[in-house]
Structure formats: structure tokens, C-alpha cells
């Protein structure tokens, strides 16, 4: 279901998007969706990885799922239980109040316009969630999909814009092979930088002391950063 497309300028944001130049003024466009099958998606998904989330670390709480589902169960469980549990009333709660603050996140988020390399798309795509981790994106479509059981109204914008600065910088971090909880640590030092009151620092057991390092001597050179953290993990 889409709930809404919008953004500041309309058309014009286009033209001024390809010239360069004032797209503060407008802003950038926003879809956000919600429905079965997209949780359907979500969850199958979420029970494929669940080998490559406990190798990181993550917990069951991390990943939240309908309590009767295992590894196991085929694509006919998933949507028996996702059917039994789900209600648009909070939903459309979550995305109406998006729809409000976007033209607020999406003026922040020109700030990042200042760091080399980083790609901050015209259009982005968010899907509204009760199941997986807190936060997670697709960087080649631009998708952002955000955890509404994970996250209070007051908190959705860290998350959105933490999810951004991800699809910004994953072409670097694929390039240079960052390990996940060092782009995790990038991410939420970016994110500290320009947002400090949308999000708290995340909690990282492993030694992530490198990626601080690297930031702090190149800062906003996004590229000599993952080089950095590269060549001094490799």
C-alpha cells in the first residue's frame, strides 16, 4: 500500500537536482509503504539471516519475530502468523507522522551534502516494519525499512537518517570491505557529527577504536576514511 508520495518542489526538484544546485530549497521526495506481503518479505527474510545475525552478535531481541516461527517454517507459516498479528492502526500512525517531519529530516540531511562521496539520493523509499532488526536498507533501490515496535515516534527520524547515511556510504564500504560493526561505528560517528540529538551512539562490544582513528585524522573525506580503516584491518 502507498500511503504517500511528496516532496518540497514537484517537478522542478529535477532540473535543479541534475544542475546541482539549490535542491535545499525543495527537498527530497519520500514513499513510505506498508502491507502483509511486505512483512511477509520482512520476516522470511529476517529467518534467513538469522545465522549471519547471531555470527554478529545479535540477539533475538534484535531481531523480532512472530513467537511461533522457526528456521524452519515455509513461506505458509510466515504468512499465517503475520495475517493473525497485523493491524494498520499503528502503521498509519508511524507514517503520518513521517509524512510531517520528513521536510525537517530531509533539510538536515543536505548537511551531508559536505562529505565527499557520499551519495544522497533525490528519492528514497521507507517501509514500516514490526518485525526483524531496528533498522535496515536496501542501498541499491534506495529503501529504508524502519522497525515501529523498536521505535517511538519522538526516535523514527535517527533511525531514518541513520539508515541514509548507510545507503550514502555503502558503495565505500563495499569497495574497501568494511566489517559491519566498523560501518556501524562510521555511521553512528556521522551521525553524531551533524545529528547528536536524533540518536544515541550505539553500544559496540567489539574494538572499534580504528574507525575513530580514521575519522578523526579525515574527516569528511569519507573515501581516505574506509581507505584508512582498510588498509590498517587488512
Known sequence: MLVR?????????????????????????????????????????????????????????HTNLPKQLTEQSNRAEIASAISAEFNEEKYRDY???????????????????EIADFKLLQKYTIILTKYGSGGSYNSKQGVVIVNINFRSKEQIAGTITHEIIHIGIQHLVDQYKIKHWYKERLVDLICHHYFSDLRKMQDIKEDVSVVDKALEAYFPDIEAITKEIWEISI
Not at 510531517?100 to 548537511?111: P, R
Open 5 to 61: 508520495s511528496f516532496s518540497g518542489g514537484g517537478s522542478v526538484i529535477e532540473r535543479f537536482v541534475e544542475r546541482g544546485d539549490l535542491w535545499e530549497y525543495f527537498g527530497m521526495e519520500v514513499e513510505i509503504f506498508f502491507d502483509i506481503e511486505k512483512e511477509i518479505e520482512r520476516v522470511a527474510d529476517t529467518l534467513k539471516r538469522l545465522p549471519w545475525y547471531r555470527e554478529q552478535g545479535y540477539t533475538s531481541f
Open 95 to 113: 507514517s503520518e507522522h513521517i509524512q510531517k517531519v520528513w521536510s525537517e529530516i530531509s533539510q538536515n540531511l543536505i548537511k551531508l551534502k
